[in-house]
C-alpha cells in the first residue's frame, strides 16, 4: 500500500494542476525511450538493432524466441520447445525458450518488456526469462541493444538488452490464423491471435488473445536422428551408438569382470544364456533409444494481453499493462535405464529368485522398455500487471510504475522407479510352496514385494513387478515471483557553451523471490531419477542512477555521454557501476561512436540458494581407454581408482552430476567496449550502413564446469580444482561428479556487427533489403586463474559454449505493392569445429556453412483481409552431424530439425 500511495500522491497532484479537458490522444503519453539511454533530445551512442512488427510477421517465426535465436547475434546454447534440449550444463528444456547475445548465456542478456524488467520463467530458480510467455501478437517491435547496459537498467545488462515494445492496436478488431506443417506431413502447428483496439473518451484500450497448439514430431521421424550415433578411430568414422542399459540386459560379473548381456529368444534363466557385452563397432549391443523421444515437443499456450493509457491532465497520464499465459507441455523419453551401481545399497543377491549367475552383481543395467516410454508434463501459469504514471512537470519528463509478476509451474514426472523398492525385489526371494515367487527367505518372506526379472529381456518385467517398484506420478511445485518499483526523471539542466545538457535520474526497487519444490520421494533420493533437494529464497536491491549527456560541439556533432548506478542488494556488496560514451559527427551522414562501460550480474537465488541437485549428462570417460592416453595420464586415471589392468569401460554412460547453490556468491564482473560508425549518405536516400565491434571482459564469473569438460581437463592438467570433483567406486565406475559454483571464471568476446537496410522504388513497388552479419573474432572461457582457456570461436563445445560460429547473417528482401507482397530470408551459419569429447584425440569434426532459404508470398484482397503463404528451409537441409551434440545426433540449439516447411496466414481486420 505505501508503494501504491507513492504513485498516486503525484498522479493526484498532476489531476488538481490540470486543465479540465485532458489531451485526448492517450497513447502519446504513455511512451518510452529507445532502448540504451534515458536521456532525451540526444543521438543514441549504443549499437541497437530493431526489428519490427512486419519483419516479425513476414519471417514466419511461431515466437518471439524463436525468431531471436536466428539473429547473427546470438549464438550459444539457448533453449527451446522444438526440442527436449539440454543445455550446456546438462539440463532439459521442459518448454521455455532463451537467448543468448554473444553466447554469453541467457543469464547476461536482460529481457525488457517496455523497458521494464519481466519475471523469469522456466523450471524454478533458474533466472532467466521464457520468451515464449511473450505471444506475437503483442509485440510492436523489438530494440536488441548490443552493448553492457547496468548504468540504464541494473544488473543483468551484460552481453546486452532485449527489449520487447508492446503493440497499441489501432480502433477496430484484428483477428490472424497461422497454420503451417513439414512437407512430410508433421510438426503441424497453429496460432490462432484476436487483437481489439478502442477509444473510449481519452482512453485507449488494447486487449488482445492468443492461442498456440504445436504437435510433437519424434526423432525417429527424421534420418539424421534416428539412430544415436558416436565416431570411431583416428578417421572419426560414424558409428551407431546407444545406451549401455539395453532391454536385453548388461550385467557385469565380479569374479571376472566380464560383461554379459542375453542371447536373442533365451529365458535368461540359465548362465549359457549370456554372451560377452559388445560395447563397441557396428554391430554393439547399445540400446538405441532415440525413436522413443521427442524432437519436437508437444505444447500448447493460451495468453491474454491488455494495455490501458489514460489522461487525466495535459500533464498527466496513468498506464497499465497486463498479461496472463498458461502453457501446458509434454516432452517424451525413452522408457527408463535402470543402473544398479546408481543406486546407494542396491544389488542383485545372489540368491534372487531370476539370477542366474550364483554370485551378487552390483552392477547390473536393463532398459525397463515394459514400462513404456517416460515424460513429463508441465502445466505452467504466469501473470504480470504493470500500474505506472508519467507526465511533464514543468521542463521534466517523470514516469514511475509498479510491477508485480508470478510465474507458477507443476510439473508430472512418469516412468521411474523407487528405489527402496526395487532394493528389495532385487534381494533374495525364492518361490513358495504354490509355486509363486516371494521375496526374502522362506525363513524370513517379504510379503508386500514382487521380485523383479532383470534377466528374462524383453516382456520378462511383468506388470505386477512394475506395481510393485514403481510409482505413477512425481509432481514438482517451482515459482518464481518479481516486484519492481521504479521512478525516472529526465530533462534539461543548465547548458554549455555548445547546447544545453541532458540529464536523467531514477531509483528502483526490486524484490525476487523463488523456489524449486520436488516430489517427496525426490528430495529422499528415493527414486531410479535424478535427486534433488528444495530451493527457496529471495533477495532485494535499491538502486540509483544518474545519466548526463554534454554537447560539446554544436548542433551535436560531438558529445559525451556518463552514467552511474549505486547497488545496494541484501545479500553481498554494494555494487557501482559507470559508463561513459563519445559519439562525433564529422559529417551530416557519418557517425562515429566510442563507448566504454562497466556491468554486472547478479547471482540468481538459484545461484545463491539453490538445493543440491543431479543431472544425468552423457560421459564419455577418457580413463575407459587406456589405449588413447600416455604412462602420465594412465596413473593420474589409476590413481583415482581405475583398475591399472585397463580393464574397465565406461564409455556413453550417462553420469550422476551434482550441483547447488553457494550463498557466499559475489556478482560477476563485466568490462565493455564498442567502437561503431554509421552511413547514411545523402546521394543514397535509404541507405543505412551500421558497423560496430565490441569487447566483453567478464571477471568473478560464476561457473560449475560440466562432467565431460571435468574429466578432460583432470588428464590434461592434474589440477585438483578438477580430479578432485571426480568420485569413483572401487572398480573405477564414476559415482558422481560435483559440480559446485564459484565466482572463479573469466571469459572473453569479441567481435564484429553489421546492419545494412536499404529502401527503394521498384516495379510500382517499394523493395526493402537488410543484411545483418557477425563475425566472432574471439570468445574464450578460462575455468580458474592461470588456466588454459577453452577457445570457442569457431567451434562447438557442449559443456562450454555450445555453438559459436565465425560467421552468422541473416538477409531479408521485402517488396511491398498495394496488393502483392513478395519476401526472401536467408539464414547463414558458418563453418564449426568440434574437438574433444568423442573426437579422437588430436583430430577434429569439421562442419561446413549452412544457409537455409525462406520464401513468402502476400496478397491483400482489400484494406480488410490478406493471405500470405510462404516455404521455410525451402532446399531441406539437414541439420549437420555433431559427435558431442544433442542425442539427435546436432546441436539442437543452432540448426533447423523439421526440414522443409510450409505455411499459411490470414489476417482480418474489422
Given at each position: 500500500m505505501r508503494v501504491l500511495k507513492i504513485i498516486l500522491l503525484p498522479v493526484l497532484l498532476g489531476v488538481a494542476a490540470g486543465p479540465a479537458g485532458a489531451q485526448d490522444d492517450a497513447a502519446s503519453l504513455h511512451k518510452m525511450t529507445v532502448t540504451g539511454s534515458r536521456l532525451d533530445n540526444l543521438p543514441l551512442t549504443s549499437p541497437v538493432t530493431v526489428i519490427g512488427r512486419d519483419a516479425l510477421r513476414a519471417s514466419g517465426a511461431l515466437s518471439v524466441g524463436r525468431y531471436l535465436q536466428t539473429l547473427p547475434m546470438m549464438a550459444g546454447a539457448p533453449l527451446g520447445t522444438t526440442v527436449g534440449a539440454r543445455d550446456s550444463g546438462g539440463g532439459f528444456s521442459r518448454g521455455i525458450e532463451t537467448v543468448e547475445l554473444r553466447g554469453l548465456g541467457a543469464k547476461r542478456t536482460l529481457v525488457l518488456v517496455n523497458g521494464r524488467r519481466f519475471v523469469a520463467g522456466g523450471n524454478g530458480t533458474a533466472g532467466v526469462v521464457d520468451l515464449a510467455m511473450l505471444p506475437l501478437a503483442m509485440v510492436e517491435r523489438i530494440e536488441i541493444l548490443r552493448h553492457g547496459a547496468s548504468v540504464e537498467y541494473g544488473a543483468d545488462a551484460v552481453a546486452g538488452v532485449v527489449n520487447i515494445i508492446t503493440h497499441q492496436a489501432d480502433e477496430g478488431l484484428q483477428l490472424l490464423a497461422d497454420g503451417r506443417s513439414s512437407d512430410r506431413g508433421d510438426g503441424e502447428a497453429a496460432t490462432l491471435s484476436a487483437v481489439y483496439g478502442a477509444r473510449l473518451g481519452s482512453t485507449a484500450l488494447s486487449l488482445g488473445a492468443e492461442y498456440f497448439d504445436q504437435q510433437p514430431v519424434s526423432k525417429g521421424d527424421r534420418a539424421f536422428s534416428r539412430q544415436l550415433l558416436t565416431v570411431s578411430g583416428e578417421d572419426n568414422a560414424i558409428v551407431p551408438d546407444g545406451s549401455s542399459a539395453p532391454p536385453y540386459g548388461n550385467f557385469r560379473l565380479p569374479?571376472?569382470?566380464?560383461?554379459?548381456?542375453?542371447?536373442?529368444?533365451?529365458?535368461?534363466?540359465?548362465?549359457?544364456?549370456?554372451?560377452?557385452?559388445?560395447?563397441?563397432?557396428?554391430?554393439?549391443?547399445?540400446?538405441?533409444?532415440?525413436?522413443?523421444?521427442?524432437?519436437?515437443?508437444?505444447?500448447?499456450?493460451?495468453?491474454?494481453?491488455?494495455?490501458?493509457?489514460?489522461?487525466?491532465?495535459?500533464?498527466?497520464?496513468?498506464?497499465?499493462?497486463?498479461?496472463?499465459?498458461?502453457?501446458?507441455?509434454?516432452?517424451?523419453?525413452?522408457?527408463?535405464?535402470?543402473?544398479?551401481?546408481?543406486?546407494?545399497?542396491?544389488?542383485?543377491?545372489?540368491?534372487?529368485?531370476?539370477?542366474?549367475?550364483?554370485?551378487?552383481?552390483?552392477?547390473?543395467?536393463?532398459?525397463?522398455?515394459?514400462?513404456?516410454?517416460?515424460?513429463?508434463?508441465?502445466?505452467?501459469?504466469?501473470?504480470?500487471?504493470?500500474?505506472?504514471?508519467?507526465?511533464?512537470?514543468?521542463?521534466?519528463?517523470?514516469?514511475?510504475?509498479?510491477?508485480?509478476?508470478?510465474?507458477?509451474?507443476?510439473?508430472?514426472?512418469?516412468?521411474?522407479?523407487?528405489?527402496?523398492?526395487?532394493?528389495?525385489?532385487?534381494?533374495?526371494?525364492?518361490?513358495?510352496?504354490?509355486?509363486?515367487?516371494?521375496?526374502?527367505?522362506?525363513?524370513?518372506?517379504?510379503?508386500?514385494?514382487?521380485?523383479?526379472?532383470?534377466?528374462?529381456?524383453?516382456?520378462?518385467?511383468?506388470?505386477?513387478?512394475?506395481?510393485?517398484?514403481?510409482?505413477?506420478?512425481?509432481?514438482?511445485?517451482?515459482?518464481?515471483?518479481?516486484?519492481?518499483?521504479?521512478?525516472?526523471?529526465?530533462?534539461?539542466?543548465?547548458?554549455?557553451?555548445?547546447?544545453?545538457?541532458?540529464?536523467?535520474?531514477?531509483?528502483?526497487?526490486?524484490?525476487?523471490?523463488?523456489?524449486?519444490?520436488?516430489?517427496?520421494?525426490?528430495?529422499?533420493?528415493?527414486?531410479?531419477?535424478?535427486?534433488?533437494?528444495?530451493?527457496?529464497?529471495?533477495?532485494?536491491?535499491?538502486?540509483?542512477?544518474?545519466?548526463?549527456?554534454?554537447?560539446?560541439?554544436?548542433?551535436?556533432?560531438?558529445?559525451?555521454?556518463?552514467?552511474?548506478?549505486?547497488?545496494?542488494?541484501?545479500?553481498?556488496?554494494?555494487?557501482?557501476?559507470?559508463?561513459?560514451?563519445?559519439?562525433?559527427?564529422?559529417?551530416?551522414?557519418?557517425?562515429?561512436?566510442?563507448?566504454?562501460?562497466?556491468?554486472?550480474?547478479?547471482?540468481?537465488?538459484?545461484?545463491?540458494?539453490?538445493?543440491?541437485?543431479?543431472?544425468?549428462?552423457?560421459?564419455?570417460?577418457?580413463?575407459?581407454?587406456?589405449?588413447?592416453?600416455?604412462?602420465?595420464?594412465?596413473?593420474?586415471?589409476?590413481?583415482?581408482?581405475?583398475?591399472?589392468?585397463?580393464?574397465?569401460?565406461?564409455?556413453?554412460?550417462?553420469?550422476?552430476?551434482?550441483?547447488?547453490?553457494?550463498?557466499?556468491?559475489?556478482?560477476?564482473?563485466?568490462?565493455?567496449?564498442?567502437?561503431?560508425?554509421?552511413?547514411?549518405?545523402?546521394?543514397?536516400?535509404?541507405?543505412?550502413?551500421?558497423?560496430d565491434i565490441y569487447d566483453i571482459r567478464i571477471d568473478n564469473g560464476i561457473a560449475a564446469l560440466g562432467a565431460n569438460t571435468l574429466l578432460d581437463q583432470c588428464l590434461a592438467t592434474g589440477e585438483a580444482n578438477f580430479c578432485q570433483r571426480i568420485e569413483r567406486d572401487a572398480h573405477g565406475n564414476i559415482v558422481q561428479v560435483r559440480a559446485e559454483l564459484q565466482n572463479i571464471a573469466s571469459e572473453r568476446a569479441r567481435g564484429i556487427d553489421l546492419d545494412m537496410s536499404y529502401s527503394m522504388a521498384l516495379a510500382g513497388g517499394r523493395l526493402k533489403p537488410r543484411l545483418l552479419l557477425s563475425h566472432v573474432l574471439m570468445r574464450e572461457l578460462k575455468a580458474f586463474p592461470n588456466a588454459a582457456p577453452f577457445v570457442g570461436e569457431g567451434a562447438y563445445d557442449a559443456d562450454s559454449f555450445g555453438a559459436i560460429p565465425r560467421w552468422k547473417g541473416h538477409l531479408s528482401l521485402a517488396w511491398q505493392a498495394e496488393h502483392l507482397s513478395l519476401g526472401y530470408a536467408a539464414q547463414w551459419i558458418g563453418r564449426l569445429r568440434e574437438q574433444g569429447g568423442e573426437i579422437f584425440p588430436g583430430t577434429s569434426n569439421r562442419v561446413s556453412d549452412r544457409v537455409y532459404h525462406d520464401l513468402h508470398a502476400g496478397w491483400a484482397f482489400d484494406e480488410h483481409a490478406s493471405l500470405s503463404v510462404g516455404v521455410d528451409n525451402l532446399l531441406d537441409r539437414d541439420p549437420p552431424f555433431l559427435a558431442n551434440g544433442d542425442v539427435a545426433n546436432t546441436d539442437v540449439s543452432t540448426y533447423r530439425l523439421l526440414g522443409r516447411t510450409l505455411r499459411v496466414q490470414l489476417s482480418y481486420q474489422l
Open positions: 569374479s571376472s569382470g566380464e560383461r554379459l548381456t542375453l542371447i536373442a529368444g533365451r529365458d535368461g534363466d540359465a548362465a549359457d544364456d549370456f554372451r560377452p557385452w559388445i560395447s563397441q563397432g557396428e554391430d554393439n549391443d547399445r540400446f538405441n533409444f532415440n525413436p522413443f523421444e521427442d524432437l519436437l515437443q508437444e505444447a500448447r499456450r493460451t495468453s491474454l494481453f491488455a494495455q490501458l493509457g489514460h489522461p487525466v491532465s495535459a500533464q498527466t497520464s496513468l498506464f497499465m499493462e497486463g498479461l496472463y499465459q498458461q502453457r501446458d507441455s509434454f516432452t517424451r523419453l525413452a522408457p527408463l535405464p535402470f543402473f544398479t551401481n546408481r543406486l546407494a545399497g542396491v544389488s542383485v543377491s545372489q540368491d534372487n529368485l531370476y539370477n542366474p549367475f550364483g554370485e551378487t552383481i552390483s552392477d547390473a543395467r536393463r532398459r525397463l522398455v515394459e514400462g513404456g516410454a517416460r515424460g513429463f508434463a508441465q502445466d505452467n501459469t504466469a501473470w504480470r500487471m504493470v500500474l505506472g504514471a508519467e507526465g511533464q512537470w514543468r521542463a521534466w519528463r517523470w514516469d514511475m510504475a509498479l510491477s508485480q509478476a508470478r510465474n507458477r509451474v507443476r510439473q508430472h514426472q512418469y516412468g521411474d522407479l523407487l528405489a527402496d523398492r526395487v532394493a528389495q525385489a532385487l534381494g533374495p526371494s525364492f518361490r513358495d510352496a504354490a509355486g509363486q515367487a516371494v521375496c526374502g527367505t522362506a525363513q524370513a518372506p517379504i510379503t508386500d514385494c514382487v521380485p523383479l526379472n532383470l534377466f528374462g529381456g524383453p516382456g520378462s518385467i511383468t506388470p505386477a513387478m512394475l506395481a510393485d517398484t514403481g510409482l505413477s506420478v512425481l509432481s514438482d511445485r517451482f515459482e518464481n515471483e518479481q516486484a519492481v518499483f521504479s521512478l525516472n526523471l529526465g530533462g534539461l539542466l543548465g547548458a554549455l557553451p555548445a547546447g544545453p545538457v541532458a540529464v536523467a535520474a531514477g531509483y528502483e526497487y526490486r524484490d525476487e523471490r523463488a523456489h524449486d519444490t520436488p516430489d517427496a520421494q525426490t528430495q529422499a533420493g528415493n527414486t531410479t531419477g535424478a535427486a534433488r533437494q528444495p530451493t527457496r529464497g529471495r533477495f532485494d536491491s535499491h538502486e540509483l542512477y544518474v545519466e548526463a549527456g554534454l554537447p560539446l560541439l554544436s548542433d551535436n556533432r560531438l558529445h559525451l555521454d556518463l552514467g552511474a548506478r549505486a547497488i545496494r542488494f541484501s545479500n553481498f556488496d554494494h555494487e557501482w557501476v559507470f559508463d561513459s560514451a563519445l559519439q562525433f559527427m564529422p559529417q551530416p551522414d557519418v557517425v562515429l561512436r566510442l563507448a566504454y562501460s562497466q556491468a554486472f550480474r547478479a547471482p540468481t537465488v538459484g545461484e545463491l540458494f539453490g538445493g543440491t541437485a543431479q543431472s544425468n549428462p552423457a560421459v564419455d570417460d577418457p580413463c575407459a581407454d587406456f589405449s588413447q592416453l600416455d604412462q602420465r595420464e594412465i596413473d593420474l586415471c589409476v590413481g583415482q581408482g581405475v583398475p591399472a589392468d585397463g580393464s574397465f569401460d565406461q564409455s556413453g554412460n550417462e553420469t550422476p552430476q551434482l550441483g547447488g547453490g553457494n550463498p557466499a556468491l559475489a556478482p560477476e564482473q563485466a568490462d565493455v567496449i564498442s567502437a561503431g560508425v554509421s552511413w547514411s549518405p545523402q546521394a543514397w536516400p535509404g541507405l543505412l550502413v551500421s558497423l
